[in-house]
């Protein structure tokens, strides 16, 4: 009981060291966290429209896919597909970026921390002429192209830089009357260069063994050693060899006996022959 005791107190305290070493401090982004695209919301004129108190109106477009804002993901490559409404404000703001010729301000936050750090990310987007029902050059019209490369940065958690930008292609085709659909492609990179993608780097860096982790390890390691090593000298071992010493001694005790009964039969012999 008591060994049992021992090791599950030594495998609490590793777990409670390897929890605190493995897991993202609170103000990092992990894996797959959702990082939010954020644009200044721009009126008729092209120019970007400001709240009561002077701050710029941030809005982000509302995916019908998944009926939550547009996001990219931390530390992942691969795509993204948001398709947005005609209604949707978000639209009309594209519509009027291309309208004016004018790059749209857009942001991403750099951290989790309470009062968030923001990176703003120019995003141009680009508009493809396309052929009304009615022919003709006066019936040519401007429709979105949804396609984007995401290059973005991070380390430790953090972003540190990253880009936006279009890719001049064959618009995407409305899966529904009055849908635009917008296509980002991400890839990651661990630091600012972009020799190490961070969705393996960060995999990686989780797994790295400090020393006081390691000294951690061999404690545990220990404890384990002891604790498997009493259990098997003290419920095996130990009893084993009693039981042999006490056969042997059986055992001598029985071949004693045969001598002095063997004695005394040759005792006895010798005396009626006399």
Not at 18 to 25: I, Q
Not at 73 to 92: L, M, N
Not at 121 to 128: I, Q, T, W
Not at 166 to 187: A, H, I, R
Request: proline share 3%; charged share 25%.
């Amino acid at each position: 009981m008591r060994a049992a005791r021992i090791l599950f107190a030594a495998l609490a305290l590793g777990s409670a060291v390897l929890a605190g070493k493995f897991s993202p401090k609170a103000d990092e982004f992990k894996l797959n966290d959702e990082l939010k695209v954020e644009c200044a919301q721009l009126g008729e004129q092209g120019g970007e429209l400001s709240n009561a108190d002077g701050s710029l109106r941030w809005i982000s477009p509302t995916c019908v896919e998944t009926r939550k804002p547009l996001s990219l993901y931390y530390g992942r490559d691969g795509p993204i597909q948001c398709s947005v409404k005609a209604e949707d404000t978000f639209h009309e703001t594209m519509l009027r970026s291309i309208t004016h010729d004018r790059a749209l301000r857009c942001r991403v936050a750099r951290n989790k921390l309470a009062y968030a750090q923001y990176m703003e990310l120019s995003v141009r987007v680009e508009g493809v002429r396309v052929r009304g029902a009615g022919g003709g050059k006066s019936a040519a019209m401007r429709r979105i192209s949804g396609n984007f490369n995401a290059v973005l940065h991070g380390l430790q958690g953090n972003l540190v830089a990253g880009s936006v930008y279009p890719v001049m292609d064959q618009p995407l085709p409305e899966t529904v009357s009055g849908v635009t659909t917008m296509q980002f492609n991400q890839k990651w990179y661990e630091g600012t260069g972009l020799s190490v993608l961070m969705a393996n780097k960060r995999h990686e860096e989780q797994f790295v063994i400090e020393p006081v982790v390691a000294i951690m390890f061999c404690i545990l390691t220990a404890c384990i050693v002891y604790v498997v090593g009493r259990v098997y000298v003290e419920g095996s071992l130990i009893p084993r060899a009693i039981k042999e010493h006490r056969d042997e001694k059986e055992k001598a005790a029985r071949e004693l006996l045969l001598l002095d009964a063997q004695a005394t039969a040759t005792s006895s012999d010798n005396k009626k022959t006399k």
